[in-house]
């Protein structure tokens, strides 16, 4: 029988709220969160650090190499629908317990390589695809890990209470990229800048192997889910869990909404407020890391709280309109707010971007989507050549058409500076020496113009206003702890028992891997061609809205939902 929605199957109620947490359900709780944060730990430790590993794996200019270092942080989030079947298959034929004890040894495992793995120089190609098969692995394990940790939390939750239990395995989302961010910070101050992007990197990562011993020892010491087991007792586990949740048209009716209205938003809300904040900071606005990384630490520190008291919140007033407002207030007030970023980060900038236009007049023919996944092709057009280093210097430009055939060129106020065509080598991979020489040239001219122009070369920390960034990005993160808090219990009850791990993990990692991993690399390219800073917020803002429309028409409340019944 297809569960729906609002419907409240038959079958056995959950277990009646009492006023205190047992020490059972604390026990619960803390083992599945602790498991949790470690494997978020490993998951961010390469999107934090994906500047640094830029320069160590692939090789290319710095937009393109940056965008493709973003591509194989993406990478983990693209197969991660793909770790959702597989393990959400198994979670929901052989127990949860034992199907999340296997993600995270794969987590662990992948990570620690990692912290080992030989640069680009040193091995060559070798390097990066080993580093992407390695980001994959963490994708898949990421992908069963996050269903079973919130079906066999709601699982074991009093009725009334699964938005509260439950919010606390969404506050491990944050926690891990929190512990990811102070151990990063840490081993920075303690090394020095120099040594950390030489070889200080791979601390964090090798570390991560005794968290991971701590990890598996308390959840071989966890019990199946009371759910779970009463159903296997009553031989009630579905055999085809896959065929049960996505080929009958009910249940694949149910999943799809999950995703379109309510996980894609949630999961664009998510990575703005988090990931796309700190690129933002350090790539847009140039500032350095350490400071980037405390500031968004105080954010997370202050806003995690929140996650608790949502899901809290949504045990009383239904989750639903609390996901659906927060997708709704972030896609109004993104652009707002970070311009706001821009003003208390980089008042420099900001001044430029107003009292110094700069415009590319050039053949729109010449102008391409400069999105290079291999990071080796170069842009050999004048068009190409010159955005391409005003992307990479944080300058916003305007384009003019040119009549076929002109060569490019950038203005900066009063001053022009033409550019060139380049010539390649013969195996077509690179500029050949005269050009070469020619773009430094020409890169250098437009360097001191766009400097003599105001734009600054980096962030001046006398001028980093960071009591007002935190509370800009405090608001980022109250946004996220809005969309996330209830979203575990949500998904939990709009599927029966018996696929219940295979159905709310495929639409949750869907959400989340695809629209919402793949929001920096889409953003930054976004931002590359269009040549304004701000342009790569229209990919959330829109992503939020469809959500806000399709969940408000199609998606039904679940708060009393029985999350009991097998069918």
Not at 8 to 16: D, F, I, N, R, Y
Not at 57 to 73: C, E, H, K, N, S
Not at 216 to 235: C, D, H, Q, T, Y
Request: aromatic share 12%; with cysteine.
């Amino acid at each position: 029988m297809a569960i729906t929605p609002g419907m409240t199957a038959g079958g056995p109620k959950s277990v009646p709220a009492s006023k205190n947490m047992t020490k059972e359900e604390r026990k619960v709780i803390f083992a599945s969160s602790l498991g949790t944060v470690f494997e978020w730990y490993d998951f961010y430790l390469y999107g934090t650090l994906a500047p640094i590993i830029a320069k160590q794996f692939f090789v290319g200019d710095p937009t393109t190499t940056f965008i493709f270092a973003l591509m194989a942080f993406a990478a983990g989030f693209i197969v991660r629908p793909f770790g959702a079947l597989v393990f959400g298959r198994l979670g929901d034929m052989i127990g949860r317990k034992y199907t999340f004890l296997v993600t995270i040894l794969i987590m662990g495992a992948s990570t620690f390589i990692v912290g080992l793995l030989p640069n680009y120089t040193t091995i060559g190609i070798a390097a990066p695809i080993i580093l992407v098969s390695l980001r994959i692995l963490q994708g898949l394990a990421l992908g069963g890990e996050y269903g079973g940790a919130a079906t066999y939390v709601a699982e074991h939750a009093p009725e009334g209470k699964r938005g509260a239990f439950t919010a606390w395995i969404q506050t491990t989302a944050t926690m891990g990229l929190f512990l990811s961010l102070m151990v990063i910070l840490g081993t920075r101050t303690a090394l020095g800048e120099a040594e950390f992007e030489a070889w200080g990197w791979r601390i964090p990562f090798l570390v991560s192997v005794l968290l991971l011993g701590v990890s598996v020892w308390i959840r071989l010491s966890m019990n199946e889910s009371p759910a779970f087991a009463k159903m296997k007792a009553e031989g009630k586990t579905s055999k085809a869990p896959l065929t049960e949740s996505f080929l009958k048209p009910a249940n694949a009716k149910i999943v799809f909404l999950a995703l379109v209205g309510l996980t894609m938003g949630q999961a664009v809300v998510w990575y703005t407020g988090q990931f796309y904040a700190l690129f933002f900071l350090t790539q847009t606005l140039k500032m350095d890391g350490a400071t980037a990384n405390i500031l968004v630490a105080i954010a997370l520190a202050l806003a995690t709280p929140f996650f608790i008291f949502f899901g809290m919140l949504s045990d009383k007033i239904g989750r639903k309109y609390i996901i659906l407002g927060g997708c709704l207030i972030a896609a109004l007030t993104y652009f707002p707010i970070f311009k706001a970023i821009t003003h208390y980060g980089n008042p420099a900038l900001e001044s430029a971007l107003v009292t110094s236009p700069v415009v590319v007049v050039a053949d729109p023919d010449t102008c391409h989507f400069q999105f290079n996944p291999t990071g080796t092709k170069k842009f050999a057009s004048s068009c190409d050549i010159a955005t391409g280093f005003l992307t990479a210097s944080s300058v916003s430009y305007t384009r003019q058409d040119a009549p076929a055939g002109t060569l490019a060129t950038v203005k900066v106020g009063d001053k022009s500076y033409t550019s060139f065509d380049a010539s390649m080598t013969p195996d077509g991979l690179n500029f050949d020496k005269a050009s070469k020489d020619k773009e430094a040239a020409l890169k250098k001219e437009i360097g001191a113009g766009i400097k003599a122009a105001g734009y600054p070369a980096k962030a001046d920390p006398a001028g980093v206003n960071k009591p007002m960034l935190v509370l800009f990005l405090f608001i980022l993160v109250l946004y996220v702890t809005m969309v996330y808090g209830p979203i575990a219990a949500m998904l939990v009850e709009m599927f029966p028992t018996k696929i219940r791990y295979t159905s709310m993990s495929l639409p949750y990692h869907i959400g989340n891997g695809w629209f919402g991993g793949l929001l920096p690399t889409t953003a930054f390219a976004l931002v590359a061609y269009k040549g304004d800073i701000y342009y790569g917020l229209w990919y959330p803002i829109v992503i939020a809205l469809i959500t806000v429309v399709v969940g408000t028409l199609f998606v039904k409340e679940t708060k009393d939902n029985d999350i009991y019944a097998a069918d």
